[in-house]
């Protein structure tokens, strides 16, 4: 049965979720995700399931536009296209260690603003980590500085 189905029977659809773009938020194959089909267009911030590919996606809307939305992951840099027909549903909740936030709770809206308010910070820091990876493999040390940066970890 497809998400679609759920959806439309159940009216909720609730999944663990796989993939890492939403993390810190959501961890891969640990929380769950509540998602109720949306009511009107969505909001900045609201996280969207859509459709991609035949694939499902679960990203945050940064932008709405007149006749689609810019949505990211909050662990990516690259924001996609999504018309309103392409989305499935909308997060309302979702539970951690046995915990349930709702995404209209105002601690978990803080997060979100701030989240969002680092991404240029965030950006910066992903750009500064991939030179420092292509220097060090293009010099020929990168495995020493895995192993370095593995050691470094596990104290």
Known sequence: M???EILA????????TRGRSMKPMLRNNRDLVVIAPPSGRLKKYDIALYKRNGQYVLHRVIAVRQDHY??????TFVLEKVSDAAVIGILTGFQRNGTIYAADNPHYLRYVRLWNLLYPL?????????FAVAAAKKA???PALKRL???????
């Open 70 to 75: 810019l949505i990211r992951g909050d662990n």
């Open 140 to 142: 020929g040390f990168l």
């Open 122 to 130: 965030r950006f910066a820091v992903n750009g500064c980590r991939k």
């Open 2 to 4: 497809t998400f679609e």
């Open 149 to 155: 940066l593995r050691h470094g970890q596990n104290e």
């Open 9 to 16: 029977r159940d009216g909720i659809l609730v999944y663990k």
